[in-house]
């Protein structure tokens, strides 16, 4: 994982286990520990389709749980879910820049991290200061005790929380640009009901599945890297 990550100006994380399903950027030398998930991927198209509301579903359907809280198991969630054609993530990023679907998913996805920081960290709030350590992130700390009670309650799940409420209003639009971008990319409406999107998905699923299996049949003798994993 070390070795996959330096590379990278940065990578996604989520954790193993959460009331939401949340995606967020960390950075080297930071590395997660058994409680998050890394993905190494640094673009923001691939963080937009992750944290769209079909990668959820799909997430939620295949993934196991901890008492009541849903579990993030990549073997089923990640390694299953069939990505937009040509935004897979074993394609360089790259080969998808001038994609007008890859960068519109792009675009809201930066819009959406943007405005979370904001909500998470208010500028008249905090400050942001060097770390003791040269090369991690500047610390985020508030301006006085009274902002810091403030900040307290200012956490991502609380922030999820408020979804479906006036409060969250704005969230819930940025969510639904982004599921509507990421949408467009399957050739599907943006609405469709969650069971609808589950069936499209596991017939993608199904068909990318027996699709590697036919290319492993012709070309047993050149091992491919790991494929779509088939769900019945």
Not at 174 to 196: C, F, I, K, Q, S
Request: glycine share 4%.
């Amino acid at each position: 994982m070390a070795e996959a990550l330096r590379s990278l100006r940065r990578f996604i994380v989520t954790p193993t286990v959460a009331k939401h399903r949340l995606f967020a950027w960390m950075a080297h030398p930071t590395l997660p520990d058994h409680q998050l998930i890394a993905i190494a991927r640094d673009d923001d198209t691939t963080f937009g389709i992750l944290h769209s509301r079909f990668h959820e579903v799909w997430a939620l359907r295949l993934g196991t749980s901890l008492e009541d809280r849903p579990r993030y198991t990549p073997s089923t969630t990640f390694e299953t879910f069939p990505f937009p054609a040509g935004l897979e993530p074993s394609v360089p990023a790259t080969d998808y820049a001038a994609d007008p679907h890859a960068r519109r998913i792009a675009e809201v996805a930066r819009a959406l991290v943007e405005a979370r920081e904001r909500w998470l960290n208010p500028p008249e709030l905090v400050q942001r200061v060097p770390d003791v350590v040269p090369g991690f992130p500047d610390r985020i700390l508030p301006r006085d005790a009274a902002e810091a009670e403030l900040l307290k309650r200012r956490t991502l799940t609380n922030l999820y929380n408020m979804r479906g409420s006036p409060e969250g209003a704005w969230l819930d639009n940025m969510h639904r640009a982004l599921d509507e971008a990421v949408a467009a990319t399957y050739g599907w409406p943006g609405d469709l009901p969650d069971d609808e999107v589950l069936r499209r998905l596991l017939v993608l699923n199904q068909a990318r599945a027996a699709e590697a299996s036919a290319g492993d049949a012709v070309a047993d003798a050149h091992p491919q890297p790991a494929g779509m994993q088939p769900i019945s």
